[in-house]
């Protein structure tokens, strides 16, 4: 019971009563501190390899380049198909890269090249699993519990930010790049297996709805964003902290 003028009180965690998305969010954690470990090891074999603060730099481009492409893409592509099925897709080629670049580690065979290419590979998972996941998270839950899990999830990408330099860092010292990576693997591995648990959610397809093209859908969808004054604000401060902060 509470008294006049009180506010009702918020429970931090509400959203995560919901079994699929603590599922999920438990799984994000996995794959963030692999996102943020990657980059980490990345560039330190390249810099190990060619002493080069450019080439060191041109990981971070590598990985984040396809974000800003096949991002906008991968969220036309959420509303015709399961997004658990996207997100199976974007975690596997995860899955597939990090096990062939752990052999190449243990056979002392990596090249510049190869972290580039591991790079370019898991960016464009990556621009997949950000805008499907943050998708799915709306059919998982009710309205009610939307701004609570997105500020969770929000909470988990930053929050494994400095947690996945820490373990990159002590595990490099420890353990050496291949057995660095090889915990990464780990973390992967352990993300698929929760999503095996999440439910399929139909999609939008399925019940029905007919899509345009994609360049069509993309093009109502910027057209939409653009009209609403809180959505465009939002909308270039995000372009803007893309293109300059994070790098």
């Given at each position: 019971?509470?008294?006049?003028?009180?506010?009702?009180?918020?429970?931090?965690?509400?959203?995560?009563?919901?079994?699929?998305w603590?599922?999920?969010?438990?799984a994000?954690?996995?794959?963030?501190?692999?996102f943020?470990?990657?980059?980490?090891?990345?560039?330190?074999?390249?810099?190990?390899?060619?002493?080069?603060?450019?080439?060191?730099s041109?990981?971070?481009?590598?990985?984040?380049?396809?974000?800003?492409?096949?991002?906008?893409?991968a969220?036309?592509?959420?509303d015709?198909?399961?997004?658990?099925?996207?997100l199976?897709?974007?975690?596997?080629?995860?899955?597939?890269?990090t096990?062939?670049?752990?052999?190449?580690?243990?056979?002392?065979?990596?090249?510049?090249?190869?972290?580039?290419?591991?790079?370019l590979?898991?960016?464009?998972?990556?621009?997949?699993?950000?805008?499907?996941?943050?998708?799915?998270?709306?059919?998982?839950?009710?309205?009610?519990?939307m701004?609570?899990?997105m500020?969770?999830?929000?909470?988990?990408?930053?929050?494994?930010?400095?947690?996945?330099?820490w373990?990159?860092?002590?595990l490099?010292?420890?353990?050496?790049?291949?057995?660095?990576?090889?915990?990464?693997?780990?973390?992967?591995?352990?993300?698929?297996?929760?999503?095996?648990?999440?439910?399929?959610?139909?999609?939008?397809?399925?019940?029905?709805?007919?899509?345009?093209?994609?360049?069509?859908?993309?093009?109502?969808?910027l057209?939409?964003?653009?009209?609403?004054?809180?959505?465009r604000?939002?909308?270039?401060?995000?372009?803007?902290?893309?293109?300059l902060?994070?790098?």
């Amino acid at each position: 019971m509470t008294t006049p003028g009180a506010q009702p009180r918020i429970r931090t965690f509400q959203s995560l009563s919901h079994e699929g998305w603590r599922t999920l969010w438990l799984a994000g954690h996995l794959w963030h501190i692999a996102f943020w470990m990657d980059l980490f090891i990345l560039g330190w074999i390249v810099l190990v390899l060619t002493d080069s603060p450019l080439m060191v730099s041109l990981v971070g481009t590598f990985r984040l380049l396809p974000l800003g492409i096949l991002g906008f893409l991968a969220g036309v592509q959420a509303d015709r198909f399961p997004k658990r099925r996207l997100l199976f897709i974007a975690q596997t080629i995860n899955l597939i890269v990090t096990m062939v670049f752990v052999g190449l580690l243990a056979l002392d065979a990596v090249r510049v090249w190869h972290v580039f290419v591991a790079a370019l590979l898991t960016g464009s998972a990556w621009a997949i699993d950000f805008p499907v996941r943050r998708a799915f998270i709306r059919e998982l839950l009710p309205e009610s519990a939307m701004v609570n899990a997105m500020a969770l999830d929000a909470a988990s990408l930053t929050g494994t930010a400095m947690v996945g330099r820490w373990l990159a860092g002590g595990l490099l010292a420890l353990l050496g790049a291949a057995g660095a990576y090889s915990f990464l693997l780990g973390c992967y591995l352990l993300g698929f297996i929760l999503l095996l648990r999440v439910p399929e959610i139909p999609s939008l397809r399925d019940s029905g709805y007919r899509a345009g093209s994609i360049v069509g859908d993309l093009r109502e969808g910027l057209k939409y964003v653009w009209r609403i004054r809180a959505l465009r604000g939002i909308f270039l401060v995000t372009v803007f902290i893309n293109l300059l902060t994070f790098p």
